[in-house]
């Protein structure tokens, strides 16, 4: 990542507007706190030794700690049972001290995570990933919805990107990222094509797009020749190659094109964090 | 409509279709009550008295009765409140002798479609229009979800057209149909482009369609120009002039370059309804 990109017009600053949102989750967590004697709390699970996922849990502890925000943590063996997992899923639903529960996802193999998801009490659902706060999602009552995208969403607002009526294309049909995306998008009224690995020319997408938005996990999928002059790109892709981490786009070339562009790391990562933040907070609000 | 049609091999016959749908569902609707003693059945209810939900509503019980459904209607008057509608609902979820529950919309204005569809029992869900199906929908696991999609689904599956890799256009965002089409079609791997009244440029999405799906109420908007040769048109479109019905397709010219194209009437309408069947019976079948 270039020094400075802070100062780069071209760049939307994750770090600087994950911090800005923080710090807003912050204050209003204090309020709660000194109004309503209410501390909004996160409770992690974690099933099994994923380094990834207990990695991502500790960044998530982290800005819990930043924003005042009770984190408290379940760490469970590889062969935890559905039905033990289901069963703590049930005793922090019944918790009045517990605000939030996120399951980290992956779950390992034996365990169905669709069925654990649909046991998370939909209020307290920190991920947006339960069915009910999905569909609610898809006819445009977006509450708890997938913080990937949602963090997206806050950038566009933020950096003044018109949705309405813009031509967006989105690469990547996950649950997480693609589909809650698009759907985002949809509800407000841009033209929407979702792209993925089955799309035959990608390209002839692409160049068209207003706006771009990545979630594939392959390295630097997408390159100059494949944007127009002036696309705004997010890239919520990221793969590993050793230490080094890249996003789904070929930064350097895609950015002199670009109108404004998400570098990786440092983009969309530390978005998702503070949009689970914001999530924790409003489901204590709830309890108001 | 032309004379003949059903012989016409470009015409999707949605109404031979949904007869073998419906004669698929009666043997089956049959065999519950001979083996398990159950004979499924759908409780409608309409508040006010718009003649369009009226007429709706008969067509739907119309079908019941050529399947062995037995169906029971509630007409409510227009200023029933929100608590009584839900009242009702609440009384049909738990009544065992009720398998699917459909509340015709639109509903008056004075209440909130949205929370109603909320009280009905998902696993009731004839119309697939609760958050918990559409979140489920969302994320890949079809159950109970709106019927018109659906319709068309097996439509495209009956007359062999591929989607996977498909160049799919969805014109139209709403939550009955636009979109949870366009998350089926994702579901199933097309790439898929939503258009509607924001779209600024309608024509560069449509010429490149292998399968475009209309549902904008506006007569004729798709023209033979705007099209490629050999394109599949699924037109779920419906506006009427007097006593005339209009689909969202130029049919006649259009036709001339469609290798498959719905009719309207006769195409989407029947399919919706027959799919409803489908899920009546679904429900039916969920209590052995």
Same mark, same amino acid.
């Given at each position: 990542?270039?020094?400075?990109?802070?100062?780069?017009?071209?760049?939307?600053?994750?770090?600087?507007?994950?911090?800005?949102?923080?710090?807003?989750?912050?204050?209003?967590?204090?309020?709660?706190?000194?109004?309503?004697?209410?501390?909004?709390?996160?409770?992690?699970?974690?099933?099994?030794?994923?380094?990834?996922?207990?990695?991502?849990?500790?960044?998530?502890?982290?800005?819990?700690?930043?924003?005042?925000?009770?984190? +408290?943590?379940?760490?469970?063996?590889?062969?935890?049972?559905?039905? =033990?997992?289901?069963?703590?899923?049930?005793?922090?639903?019944?918790?009045?001290?517990?605000?939030?529960?996120?399951?980290?996802?992956?779950?390992?193999?034996?365990?169905?995570?669709?069925?654990?998801?649909?046991?998370?009490?939909?209020?307290?659902?920190?991920?947006?990933?339960?069915?009910?706060?999905?569909?609610?999602?898809?006819?445009?009552?977006?509450?708890?919805?997938?913080?990937?995208?949602?963090?997206?969403?806050?950038?566009? =607002?933020?950096?003044?990107?018109?949705?309405?009526?813009?031509?967006?294309?989105?690469?990547?049909?996950?649950?997480?990222?693609?589909?809650?995306?698009?759907?985002?998008?949809?509800?407000?009224?841009?033209?929407?094509?979702?792209?993925?690995?089955?799309?035959?020319?990608?390209?002839?997408?692409?160049?068209?797009?207003?706006?771009?938005?990545?979630?594939?996990?392959?390295?630097?999928?997408?390159?100059?020749?494949?944007?127009? =002059?002036?696309?705004?790109?997010?890239?919520?892709?990221?793969?590993? +190659?050793?230490?080094?981490?890249?996003?789904?786009?070929?930064?350097?070339?895609?950015?002199?094109?670009?109108?404004?562009?998400?570098?990786?790391?440092?983009?969309?990562?530390?978005?998702?964090?503070?949009?689970?933040?914001?999530?924790?907070?409003?489901?204590?609000?709830?309890?108001?």
């Amino acid at each position: 990542m270039p020094e400075g990109q802070n100062y780069d017009p071209k760049i939307i600053d994750g770090r600087s507007l994950s911090k800005k949102i923080e710090s807003e989750v912050s204050s209003k967590v204090q309020n709660l706190k000194d109004r309503y004697n209410i501390t909004p709390s996160l409770s992690t699970i974690v099933v099994g030794d994923d380094p990834a996922s207990k990695m991502y849990v500790k960044l998530k502890h982290k800005a819990c700690d930043r924003v005042g925000i009770i984190a +408290e943590d379940h760490f469970l063996s590889e062969d935890t049972t559905q039905d =033990e997992l289901i069963e703590l899923v049930h005793s922090l639903n019944s918790r009045d001290d517990i605000h939030g529960i996120l399951v980290q996802l992956p779950l390992p193999e034996h365990i169905n995570e669709q069925k654990v998801m649909m046991e998370i009490d939909p209020l307290k659902d920190a991920d947006g990933f339960h069915p009910q706060n999905m569909g609610n999602l898809l006819i445009g009552n977006e509450e708890f919805v997938p913080c990937t995208p949602k963090g997206i969403m806050t950038a566009l =607002e933020e950096y003044d990107v018109g949705i309405e009526g813009s031509d967006v294309v989105v690469v990547g049909h996950s649950n997480v990222v693609g589909k809650p995306m698009a759907t985002m998008l949809l509800n407000r009224n841009a033209t929407v094509s979702v792209c993925h690995v089955y799309t035959s020319n990608l390209n002839r997408y692409t160049v068209n797009a207003d706006i771009l938005i990545v979630a594939t996990g392959v390295k630097h999928l997408i390159k100059s020749d494949m944007v127009k =002059e002036g696309v705004v790109v997010i890239d919520a892709g990221i793969s590993k +190659e050793g230490d080094k981490v890249y996003g789904d786009v070929d930064f350097d070339n895609v950015k002199q094109k670009a109108s404004l562009i998400t570098p990786v790391p440092g983009g969309v990562g530390p978005l998702t964090i503070a949009t689970l933040m914001q999530h924790v907070l409003k489901s204590a609000q709830n309890k108001i």
